[in-house]
Structure formats: structure tokens, C-alpha cells
């Protein structure tokens, strides 16, 4: 039996954890047996990106002092994943030492992102999953550049019963989230914004999902101030719905 | 509308230059169009290119080789651009590249001169600097002529005049040109450019230009360019003056193999730019006879020096960054308040202030990594922001009004509710308190004080639910154990 350990993130645990609750059930279902370790916060990447590098540090050097035993880790969130595989590295070499940076490269393959988890280390792409909607995947940056998943995502949700995906048009352009982005520059987002649900709209959707909920949270967000019917859902969600548990249920 | 500012001494921070722009909707368009097309071609062209990879590969190597052997380089066009009769100047700053000029202009007694596009030139501020000596300069590239016209500023390295389109030109032409009857079919406008620049070429002798490579072995200088006004520039004058940055050194003439071919690609989506001018120094009888090279350096020596931004000087100025990005796409250039705009010109322009100025330049980023995808010289230009995002916040470490700035002060607590679980789960549960205030009926936060105001801007959050993922995970935990008991 696959053990993993779920990193669900701090966004995911404070504001979306009908998420984390999906990706158990889901992770569970195809017979992997999760742990969940409390200490965990986040990974960092809201500091490192700002420019809060030495904070930044702190967080990444905790997620490796937690994690480096496990067996593997499994992040419902991309842009998390990236800042691992991207920025780790670079903060252990400026402010870290010889025996943080050796625990990292050992722990560094043993992180996923949850699509990769699957296709990848699990080898598996139809979870037995049913949700009957017609849906759109929107491309996280940090996904689609940062990480590579490809075609991951859609081999999942192309096994998924009972789903109509509509393709996106303008696939690889950003929503303009952008993490703090969002916020110091939030006429400028909503612009880049703007154009994005336009492309969400036009595939007469009633689902946009992706990767990682800060996205979502960005265009669900304007998607609900708007009320232009669309609403956003995490990956994890889709795949963790079943005719028994059906997504409407479990939320 | 006024002309913008392209100083980022004086330019106002990007969210603020950007807001003008976002209500401009014809500019928008303009631009929005106008990448979409050079973007469409650049990628037709790039698959076509089984080895586009492998191109790219050599390309960045190129440049980061030259980076790591510049003096040498440098050293060596110098001997070799002096032997062939040009003239090498070193200037250490904007300043001195300016007195550097006058200088030889003074001394040409020139009151008027002809102009290539160059933007190290924009860099320097030269053309203020002229105006203010008495001097005369004439833009000949069709773009930079529309601007000069209009009394408009470049928003774009590649294609200056992006944000304008042929109706605008038509009005600019038509009033500064006195051609009232002035169609706006491409050919008639660029017809009335040429018969007014044909005077200028025919009668100016003195030229300015920049540099796209210069060439150690030989000492040559590259130019290249779509409309023939360089070629005309870089012949027919008495006396041409280049002005380069230091960092455009290639090693050989071979290397012009790879990067001409990555170059057209990624600028103009041409397997092969029109024109492309070589020369080395002066050739009796045959073109200019004073031929001198200002070798410009302005902050670039200390960019070299750092491990990460040292990457920014590999830019051949594509502009291929700029025609993918999603911010430039909403807010063309003039919002970077710098020639250089775009993710490039994010990097760049900061460092060329010495980080002193356009500190908001690296934050005008979703960090998507477009620009590095695209970028033939494999630049990481959003690790290069996140880095100079880090210069930003320690300088602001530094200042005592820090507390005052409520993202700092956030950023600080946040790293303090993550330092431990125990703090975290603490500040998610003051955390559902305090958004309770703010939630609606139906759960939703529609408005939000102070920093959370520009969230809800446009977007509604939802508010907190009433169980984290830990509180379930923790209850399940609980629920499972007395179960196995």
C-alpha cells in the first residue's frame, strides 16, 4: 500500500477545505493511505515572492525538517509545488546549510503535485470518478510552465463519467491572480482578469476548475460578483465525486 | 492626451501610471491587436524550427559566455574597431555618454542630426540633451518619426509606436507634415514618411545609431532593421556615432549564425530581418569617414556583478517578452515609465536606477513565466523579480515608516502565525472572527477595509467556512481511534 503525506497548504486548510477533504477521499478511494502532519503551515511562496526572502526560508526550511522522512508528499496546489521545485534551492543555497540543502534534494522527488501523484507515481488516471457537468480547465501558470503537468490534468478529467469538457480558449494566458499581484496591483489584474472570464463565459461552462485554488479564488470570486452563473471547483473535487458521493453532497 | 513620462526617476509608480492606460480602451486594443499579430507570426515561425530548442540553447550560451568574458571582449573590439579606423569611447554613465556626444558634435559643428532607432539612446535621455545644445535630430525609423511627430513616447523596444494605429498616424502626418488630403492606406503614409525623410538622409551628414551586436574578432558593429532608414543612416553621412551597451559583445562573426536567426524569429516573426548592416570602423571612400563608438556602461558593470540578475545583460532586445505578457497586453508601455518596458524592462529599468528608482517595476508581474518561455536567450525573468522583489523589501527593512506600509506589516505577522501550528491555528480562528464582520447573509465578504479593499475591487471572497481542513481532519482522527477501540 502507497503511504503519502497530504500537505494541503495554508490557503486550502483555512479557506477551501472542502479541497483537503475531497483529496482524501479521493487519495482513499484508490488506496492510499494518508497522513496528515498538524505542524504543518505553509510553504512559503506568498513571502518569497513579495520579496520576504529570510521569512520565506523559515517556512521552507520547516517544510523539509517536517516532511523528510515521509514516504512522499502530495500538494493540492501548484503553485505550492512550484515554489518547492523552484525556489527552495535557491533560498537553501543563500541562507541555508550543507545538511538542509542534502535533506531537500533527497526529500525534492518525493513531492507531488496531486495530478502528478496520480498519473505519475500511482499510475492511474481513471479514479472511478462521475460528475455530470460540462466543464472547463483553466491552466494554472504554475502549473502549465512551472511544474509541466501537460496533459495530466485532462487525462484525469477525460476518464471522469459523465463530463462534457469545453475547451478554453487563450489556454496559457495568466487570469492575473498573481498572489500579491493581486492586491498592489488590482487594477491591472482585474483587467487581465476581465479577459480571462470572457474565455471562461464563451465555453457555456457550469464548472471552471484547475490545480490550485488561488486562481480560483480570483476568478470564482469575480464569477460570484458577477453572478454570471460559472462557478470555479478544484480538481480534487471533480475527481473525488462519485454517483454514491456526488460532489453536491459532500461539499 | 500629454505625452507620457518615460523617466523612471521621475515616473509615477506602475499601478498608478497603469490606471490611464486601463481607461484608455482604443490604446488597449491597439496593442492588444498588435501583439496578437507579431505573436501569431513568431510562433508559426518558431515551430517551423525543429531545432528551435537547441537554437535557444546556444543563444543563451552565447550570451552568457560573453557575460562572464566581457572585459576581455570588450578589450579586444576596442583594438579591433581602433585599427580599423574607429573611434572608442568609455563612458561610465548616462552624463557622460551625453557629453561624450555633444563633444563630437560640437566639434563636427553639427546643428542637425539624422537618427536611427536606438534605445540605449532613449536610455541616456540624448535627445532632450540635443534639443537643449541647439541640435537638431531627426528620427528616421517610421515608428519613432510617428512618436517625434506626435510628441509621443516609445511603449514598446521592438515596435515603438505599437499603441498607435494607421488612423492615428494619418491625423499626426496629415497636421505636422501640412497633407490635409493625407489617406490613411498603409502605402500612402508610408509614402509621405519617405519623401519627408528622403531630404533629411540626402542632406544631414552627421548620424546617430545604436547597436544590435558588436563584434570582438572583427571590431564590427550590427545593425539590423525592417525599413532601410539605418542603411541609409549608416551610409550616406560624413560622420556616424554608435552608442552601445557595453554587454552587446559577441565573440566572432560566427556567432551572428545563431543569434540572427533567433533575433528575426522572436522580434518581428521573420525567418530573416530586411537589412542587416555590418561594418568595421572606416573605409576611404566608402561610406562615413568618422566613424566613433560610445561603449556605454550605466549600471550594467553592477548587474554583472550579481549572481542572479547578471542574466538580465544576455537581452538582445527581441521584445518577444513584452508581445506574450498579460500585464503589457492590458497596459502597453508607457505604464513602466522607462523605454524599456514589459517584463524586460521590469528588470532592467530598476537596475539601471541602481535600485533607486522603479522599485515597482518588479511587482508589475503575475509571475506567469510567459516571458521566459518565450525568451530566445533564456532570461528567467521571474526569478530575476522575485530577486529584485528582494532588494525592494530590504531596503524597505531598513526604513522605520515600514510599519506604517499595512503589506509589510501583514507580510510580518503572517510570517509569525506561520512559525508554528499552535500560532496558526490561533490566527485562523481570529481570523474567521474578524471576517465574520464582514460577511454577508449568504456568506459572502463583498467589502473589505483598508488592503482587503483592493481584493474586493472586483472579486467577492467567500467567507470563512466554520471548520478548517485540520478541525476535520482532526474530529475524523478522533471519530477513527474510539472506532478502532
Known sequence: ?251 | MSAPVMDPRIALPFPEAALPILQNSQLRKNVAHATDVIQAKRNRLVQEKADWQELRNSAAAIRAHVLANLAGYLEEFEVRCTAAGGVVHWAADADEARKIILGILRDEKADEVIKIKTMTSAEIQLNPALEAAGIRATETDLAELILQLGEDEGSHIVVPALHVNRKQVREIFAQRMGLPQLSDDPEALTAAARSYLRKKFLSVPTAICGANFLIAETGSVVIVESEGNGRMCLTLPRTLIALAGIEKVLPKFGDLEVLLQVLARSATGERMNPYTSLWSGVTPGDGPQRFHIVLLDNGRSDILARKVERQTLQCIRCAACMNTCPVYRQTGGHAYGSPYAGPIGAILTPQLEHMQHAQSLPYASSLCAACYEVCPVKINIPEVLIDLRAQVIDQEREQTARWSDPMYLGMKVANLAFASSPRFRLAQRLGRIGASFFTDRDGWIRHLPGLGGRWTLSRDLRGMPRQTFREWWAVREKAQSKEAR
Open chain 1, 1 to 251: 500500500m502507497m503511504r503519502a503525506s497530504l500537505f494541503i497548504t495554508c490557503y486550502n486548510d483555512t479557506l477551501f477545505p472542502e479541497t483537503g477533504r475531497a483529496a482524501v477521499r479521493l487519495l482513499e478511494r484508490v488506496g492510499v493511505e494518508l497522513d496528515f502532519h498538524a505542524e504543518q503551515t505553509c510553504c512559503g511562496q506568498m513571502h518569497a515572492n513579495t520579496g520576504f526572502r529570510g521569512e520565506a526560508y523559515s517556512q521552507a526550511k520547516r517544510f523539509v525538517q517536517l516532511y523528510r522522512d515521509v514516504e512522499c508528499v502530495v500538494i493540492p496546489s501548484s503553485s505550492c509545488v512550484a515554489m518547492i521545485r523552484d525556489q527552495y534551492a535557491g533560498l537553501f543555497e543563500e541562507l541555508g546549510n550543507e545538511e538542509l540543502r542534502k535533506q531537500f534534494a533527497a526529500l525534492l522527488p518525493r513531492v507531488f503535485e496531486l495530478s502528478e501523484f496520480l498519473t505519475d507515481k500511482l499510475k492511474v488516471e481513471d479514479v472511478g470518478a462521475w460528475f455530470p457537468h460540462r466543464v472547463t480547465y483553466h491552466a494554472s501558470c504554475h502549473g502549465l510552465r512551472g511544474l509541466h503537468v501537460g496533459e495530466r490534468p485532462f487525462r484525469l478529467l477525460g476518464k471522469v463519467r459523465g463530463i462534457e469538457l469545453a475547451p478554453l480558449a487563450n489556454l496559457d494566458r495568466c487570469c492575473g491572480f498573481g498572489g500579491t499581484f493581486s492586491i498592489k496591483n488590482a487594477e491591472v489584474s482585474t483587467a487581465m482578469l476581465d479577459a480571462k472570464l470572457g474565455d471562461l463565459l464563451a465555453t457555456k461552462a457550469e464548472y471552471c476548475t484547475a490545480l490550485d485554488n488561488s486562481c480560483l479564488m480570483h476568478l470564482g470570486g469575480a464569477m460570484h460578483r458577477r453572478k454570471d452563473g460559472l462557478q470555479t471547483i478544484h480538481i480534487a473535487e471533480i475527481l473525488a465525486s462519485t454517483e454514491q458521493h456526488p460532489y453536491e453532497a459532500t461539499r
